[in-house]
Every structure is written in C-alpha cells, then in structure tokens.
C-alpha cells in the first residue's frame, strides 16, 4: 500500500509518495559468500537456502575453497553481505587469515562474518570472538536448517542496517558538502546552476532541468498562470531559451509549493526577488531517506537564495551610488549623466565578447563609471573653458588621470582596485604616447584599453560644452585611423565586427539632444 508522506519546511511543502524504502540493491540478490574446503558444506547449504528470501530478495551464493579464494573474491565483490567461513581449511588457520584481511587490509567493517567450525577445539570460541572482528561463531553440528536461516536472516537485517546508516551518513556529509557550494555562489544563475548540479549528485539522478520565474514574490501571487508560463526560462538549456513545462512543473506552479509525482520532483523556491523551480526526473522513486536529504538541502537553498537576495540588493545599491557618483562628474563637466552608464554597458560588452567570466564582465561594468572620477580635481575654469585648452591648462587638465587613481587606489575592495586602474590607464595610448605613464601596448591594462575606447566612441558621439556630436561615419573612420595608434587594434576589429550591438546601446540610451 502506498503511503503518502509530508514533510514541512517552514512554508514549503515536499510532498513524497513513498512505496517503500529503495535501496541500490534493488531487485538484486544477497550476495552470501560461503568459504569452506568440503563441497558437501556448499551444495547443503545452497539446497537449505535454495528458496530462502530477506526483504523480498533472494541470495545470491558465492563459493570459495580456500582462504586465498575468499580473499581474491572479497577485494573483487565489496558488496558481499555475509560469510560463511570455515577455520581449517589449507592450513589451521585459513578462515582466521580471512577475517584478519578482510577487516584490517581491504578494511570492510560492513561484511557480516560468521565462522563455521567442524573443529571447535582448533579454534576455541572464546579466544576467536575476542581477538577477531567476527560477527557470530557457530559450531557446524548444531547448525539444523532451521538455525541456519534464523542465522542467515539476523545476519542480513545486521548488514543492511549498518549500510542504511552509511548511506544516511553519506547523505548528511553529501548535504554538508553541497550546501557549501551553493553558498559559495553569489550569481543568481551560477547557484541555480550549481545548486542543479548538486541536487542531481546529492540523489544520484540522471535527468534534471532548471526553470527560473522571474518575478517578485507580489507578481507571483498575483499573475496568471499563463503570465508566469510565459515568463519562464530554462538556464540549464541556455540563456533565454523559452521551454514548455511538464506537468508537474504547472502543478508546482499553480500550487506555489514542491510536488512529487512518481519518478519527477519539482523543488519550488520563492522569495521577494527570485523564484526558482527546480525540476529533477530520476530512474527511481525517491526513497524515504531521499525525502529526508533533500528538506535538509531544501532549506539551505532558500537560506542562500535570500543570502543571494540580500547580496544582490548590497550591490544594485552599490551600482546606484557609482552612478551617481559618475554622473555629478559628468553633470560638473557639462556632459550627459548617461555617458557614463552607457560607458559601463560598452564595457561589459567587451568583456562578454573577449570570453571573459560573468564575473569579470559585471566587475568591468560596474567600476568604468568611475574613469573621470579626477575630474573632480580639475579648475571650473580649465575643466568648463570652451575653446581649447593651452599647454599649461592641458597639463592641468591630464592630471585628472593621476587624481582619480589616488582617490581609488587605496581602497582593499576589488571594485574600486579595478576602477583605480581605469581611471588611471583610460588614456594610454596603444602606440606609447598617451598620459600619464606613456604605457604602450599590451603594458596598458585591458580594462583601460577598453575604456580609452569606449570613451572616446561615445563622447564623439555626445555633444559637449565644446563640440557637437559627430555623425556615425565620421567616429567609425577616425576610430580606423587610430587602430594601431590611439587605440588596441583587437579591440578596435572587434568593436566593428559587433557594431550594431554597440549601437543597440547608444540608442537605447541616448541622449536627448545627440547627433547621429
């Protein structure tokens, strides 16, 4: 009969139909390892136990002849179950030589090892049990068929506790060990990922996929069904790509909570940002050990996804102040406040099409804002003057370089480390002739590389208290002129290869009074 079980985790419910406990011997016999150098011994006791089952399993015999062989057998089939070992065999002590290799060197404390003597004065009960690690001793003659099976049974039910406790301390150090990981994951998709991955090595499960809704918890409660549908993306697959849920996924998501239906489990996670389904199809039902690892890692994963929450809000709030801190520059030199955001998505740009990790690339884009962070050192009357700066207002004017780097440079987070080298580097020069340290060539920092020219392609592009924005043609043919020169003629070639996703920017970003 089918038992259904609920488990409560705070305001999640797994809901596990559980048929009976599985193990990984499902379907598979007791291996029983029978050791004695009478073949009599073996055909008795193969015919005693011919139909003998424990826990719907039958037996599954083995045979050895001698000490050697059960010992070539036992570093072969780890998953013995028991064995039956006669003491004398080619020599007075060959079973004892067994059970003294078994524990101490192939180092099985799981084998249920019960010594079978026609010789108990050979082997005296009392000095074997004390000094070898056996389970049971038995003297053969009053091994009748019904004392046998009694001893088979008690043997078997030993053994398959010891292993179920195993498995559960495996589980527990498997729980132990994957919540580590989740936690180590600050990306929401790079935890969604790697909590998948986990989950399918914590249940030993071979198929598995990852629905993310993207909504907030008020959205969820209130969309339809075909609103959250319509919203769902499958990050295991590909960024972006739209796949049908199965059917216990819509049920996980019409009922806002874990469902479990035959061989699927759909791990439903909500909080005020982020809604995760996790949706994981296995070979075999979970078993009720399953149910119990899987609420212990349930909780860490809405544990760390509020901790990913909460990590994400630290940094939108940190994004805010750069940009703000960005934009008073900008506004103090008369220039767009979106030029540094649009800066910063350029950056980024670059830095997914050079192959750098998600990291990096977010890092890149949330330190460029700060590139003219110098400025704020600069004169009204050199940084506002109109016309163009002479020598010595020139000089002044370069010092913005050195500026920014000091105000950043100090700082032990990496954010502002990588935004002190942009701000000092953005205006190297590839052929040697920039400011302030005449860097030349891949001695520039990529990150300033990148930045001189994104700078530059948008503030053509821009008006300013001292120009009009220059047309598309007229940026694109000085950009060209200066590969080699001006600017990483990679970057350049890379920039033209990919124009129209550095335009997509522009426009969707643009300034109210920018030029074509």
Do not use: W
């Given at each position: 009969m089918m038992r259904s079980e609920t488990v409560q985790m705070d305001d999640e419910i797994l809901i596990v139909d559980d048929e009976h406990e599985v193990t990984s011997h499902l379907r598979e016999g007791w291996k029983v390892l029978i050791v004695d150098d009478e073949p009599e011994v073996h055909r008795i006791t193969k015919?005693?136990?011919?139909?003998?089952?424990?826990?719907?399993?039958?037996?599954?015999?083995?045979?050895?002849?001698?000490?050697?062989?059960?010992?070539?057998?036992?570093?072969?089939?780890?998953?013995?179950?028991?064995?039956?070992?006669?003491?004398?065999?080619?020599?007075?002590?060959?079973?004892?030589?067994?059970?003294?290799?078994?524990?101490?060197?192939?180092r099985n404390p799981y084998v249920r090892i019960v010594l079978r003597t026609g010789q108990p004065g050979q082997a005296p009960e009392d000095d074997v049990v004390a000094n070898y690690d056996i389970n049971d001793y038995k003297d053969k003659t009053e091994l009748t068929s019904q004392k046998l099976r009694t001893l088979i049974r008690a043997s078997l039910r030993s053994y398959r506790d010891i292993r179920t406790l195993e498995h559960h301390r495996r589980g527990l150090e498997k729980v132990i060990a994957a919540s580590k990981g989740i936690f180590e994951k600050q990306a929401l998709k790079q935890f969604a990922e790697g909590t998948l991955e986990q989950l399918g090595a914590l249940l030993a499960l071979e198929e598995s996929s990852l629905y993310t809704l993207r909504h907030n918890a008020y959205e969820l409660r209130n969309s339809t069904l075909e609103t959250m549908l319509s919203n769902t993306v499958l990050l295991a697959g590909g960024e972006g790509e739209q796949v049908p849920p199965s059917a216990v996924v819509m049920e996980a998501m019409r009922q806002r909570q874990n469902v479990y239906r035959d061989n699927e489990l759909v791990i439903y996670c909500n909080n005020p940002r982020h809604s995760l389904i996790f949706h994981i199809e296995g070979t075999r039902p979970l078993s009720q050990m399953d149910t119990y690892l899987l609420n212990l890692f349930t909780e860490n994963i809405i544990i760390a996804l509020e901790n990913i929450r909460l990590n994400e809000l630290l940094a939108?709030?940190?994004?805010?102040?750069?940009?703000?801190?960005?934009?008073?520059?900008?506004?103090?030199?008369?220039?767009?406040?979106?030029?540094?955001k649009r800066v910063a998505l350029y950056c980024e740009l670059f830095a997914k099409l050079l192959g750098l990790s998600d990291d990096k690339a977010e890092l890149l884009k949330r330190a460029s804002p700060l590139h003219d962070i110098g400025k704020i050192g600069i004169p009204d009357a050199v940084l506002h003057k109109p016309g163009k700066l002479d020598a010595s207002e020139w000089e002044i004017m370069k010092t913005h370089a050195q500026i920014g780097y000091d105000m950043l440079s100090g700082s032990d987070i990496e954010l502002f480390q990588v935004a002190s080298q942009i701000a000092l580097n953005h205006h190297e020069k590839w052929d040697g002739s920039g400011y302030p340290q005449g860097l030349s060539g891949m001695m520039i920092p990529l990150e300033g590389r990148i930045t001189?020219?994104?700078?530059?392609?948008?503030?053509?592009?821009?008006?300013?208290?001292?120009?009009?924005?220059w047309p598309l043609d007229k940026i694109l043919s000085l950009i060209s002129e200066e590969r080699g020169r001006h600017f990483d003629p990679a970057l350049v070639d890379l920039m033209l290869e990919n124009l129209e996703h550095f335009l997509a920017i522009r426009d969707t970003y643009k300034d109210e009074f920018q030029g074509e």
């Open positions: 015919m005693t136990l011919a139909q003998f089952e424990f826990d719907n399993r039958p037996i599954d015999f083995l045979h050895a002849y001698t000490g050697d062989e059960a010992v070539m057998i036992m570093a072969h089939e780890p998953d013995i179950a028991l064995i039956l070992l006669d003491v004398v065999m080619e020599t007075d002590n060959a079973g004892l030589n067994v059970v003294k290799h078994v524990r101490d060197v192939l939108d709030n940190q994004r805010e102040i750069i940009y703000r801190i960005g934009e008073i520059v900008e506004t103090r030199s008369k220039e767009s406040g979106l030029h540094v001189a020219l994104v700078d530059v392609f948008d503030a053509l592009g821009s008006d300013r208290c001292y120009k009009r924005a």
